[in-house]
């Protein structure tokens, strides 16, 4: 079956400490995003990716970097420079097609704690 | 710019009974679609329902269904027959625009507490 995997589900990170996300799809899917989650919030835009070898900031792109060399994978890397790295981090796949009529399809998330 | 709100952070309801959660949006646009996703406690995030805006006939998925008014820009979840798995964060979302794909933009998500 298709679908998006995130690794690790835990994350925990030592201050000063680089860590990566994963994000694999098989949905043959071009366009990939990642969301920020903070408890009881909704969810805000990092990094997108239309096209291999592309993206672009979201919202809250400062301490976070990308990078898109397979069209399969879009790994999240927090980066020191983020100062409140804590929170629920949610890796989305689509068709770029506008108007889209199947949305988004979601990994299961990976929870990162500052240890 | 294109903006979605959901009004209520969060509601409540009593098991079998109907809730409705609202939802309003801005967009230029003219023919795009509208979603709601629910998040449970396992916090993945799953496609409850969505809507075409040019389909005057309003989506119904089982106990869930939509009232969409086009010319409010609204776009309400009704859910009936509530059930304790019904339990979650449920986010209203629809494409930013043209311009961007198919790249959504989400409400900021209303809290559903069903009680026994």
């Known amino acids: 079956d298709g679908g998006i995997t995130q690794s690790p589900k835990y994350l925990f990170r030592k201050e000063g400490q680089n860590v990566t996300l994963s994000c694999e799809q098989n949905?043959?899917?071009?366009?990939m995003y990642w969301y920020r989650q903070d408890p009881g919030q909704g969810l805000r835009l990092i990094y997108y990716?239309?096209?291999?070898?592309?993206?672009q900031k979201g919202d809250i792109a400062e301490g976070y970097s990308v990078s898109r060399e397979k069209k399969e994978s879009f790994p999240l890397t927090v980066t020191s420079a983020q100062k409140n790295p804590t929170a629920f981090y949610l890796c989305?796949?689509?068709?770029?097609?506008?108007?889209?009529?199947?949305?988004?399809?979601f990994g299961s998330g990976t929870r990162l704690t500052v240890v | 710019a294109q903006t979605v709100t959901q009004s209520q952070p969060e509601m409540s309801v009593q098991e079998a009974e109907t809730v409705t959660l609202s939802c309003t949006y801005d967009t230029s646009e003219n023919n795009y679609y509208l979603f709601w996703y629910k998040q449970p406690p396992s916090r993945q995030m799953i496609l409850v329902i969505r809507q075409e805006a040019y389909k005057q006939q309003n989506a119904t998925e089982n106990r869930f269904s939509v009232n969409f008014q086009k010319a409010a820009k609204s776009f309400s979840l009704k859910i009936s027959d509530s059930q304790l798995g019904d339990t979650a964060m449920y986010f209203c979302?629809?494409?930013?625009?043209?311009?961007?794909?198919?790249?959504?933009?989400f409400g900021g998500g209303t809290r559903l507490m069903v009680k026994p």
């Open positions: 979302a629809f494409p930013k625009g043209n311009n961007a794909g198919n790249m959504l933009t």
């Open positions: 949905l043959n899917h071009d366009a």
């Open positions: 990716s239309q096209i291999v070898n592309d993206f």
């Open positions: 989305a796949s689509s068709t770029p097609r506008y108007p889209g009529g199947d949305g988004y399809t």
